[in-house]
């Protein structure tokens, strides 16, 4: 459900913005997180319901002010260089 893996990536994203710089979750952990904010950033340009836009809206906002890309340097290194390849 696009919905409901936007509000979770809107949730994951307040845990990245209240615990920088150090996140609560381990290298894979932070790789899978970034699969779900960048399918959102995908969602995008796709039609989706206006909720889902909204959510998907804040992560990005989210995204650019807490500077969570930076945050795949956290990742282990195969995890890190497979999540940029991805993408």
Do not use: W
């Not at 340009?45 to 500077?67: G, I, N």
């Amino acid at each position: 459900n696009s919905s409901l893996q936007a509000h979770v990536a809107r949730c994951f994203m307040e845990i990245l913005r209240i615990t920088a710089p150090h996140p609560p979750f381990g290298g894979v952990e932070l790789a899978q997180i970034f699969r779900l904010i960048i399918a959102q950033f995908q969602l995008l340009t796709e039609e989706t319901p206006a909720d889902s836009v909204e959510h998907q809206l804040y992560v990005l906002d989210l995204c650019a002010e807490v500077k969570a890309p930076l945050l795949i340097f956290k990742c282990e290194a195969q995890t890190a260089q497979a999540l940029l390849q991805e993408t």
